[in-house]
């Protein structure tokens, strides 16, 4: 399997570990299927998201696409972030190999999540915004037998 440069270096180097503490929103998503686990935390002042953090115990991918994210998400406005998808992700890390790409949508889901909670928090709808799972593998279709 082949991972991009950009892959290797979000893995080995991810950018904003941790939790924040006072997040204005936080989403937990998994995948049951392969068992990883994304948390991202958000904090959105005046619209803006200024910070993004994650833990995510999972795969190199999974880090990698959590890393990504994260770096794609801060600084924009929220409408901004919910155009931040999977597909984005991937093309952010030079792409994924497709058994990795659920990885991607780990992470976009997990975005939506926080924004989701951000907005429960504070009674607002942020359109387009639909409400999380907490398993992304529900979503997955699943291929059928020949």
Known sequence: M??????MDHFMNP?????IEDASGVGTVGNAKCGDIMKVYLKIEDNIVKDAKFK??????????????TELIK???IQEA??????AVMEAL??????????SCLAEEA?????WDYAQKNGIVIEGLKEPVN????HEEIPEEE
């Open 94 to 103: 030079d792409g994924l190999p497709p058994i990795k790409v659920h990885c």
């Open 82 to 87: 919910m155009e931040i998808t999977n597909k």
């Open 56 to 69: 995510t115990f999972g795969c190199g991918a999974a880090v990698a696409t959590s890393s990504m994210a």
């Open 111 to 115: 975005l939506h999540a926080a924004l």
């Open 135 to 138: 398993d992304i593998s529900e």
């Open 2 to 7: 082949q991972y991009s440069e950009k892959v």
């Open 75 to 77: 600084g924009k406005t």
């Open 15 to 19: 950018r904003n570990v941790g939790e």
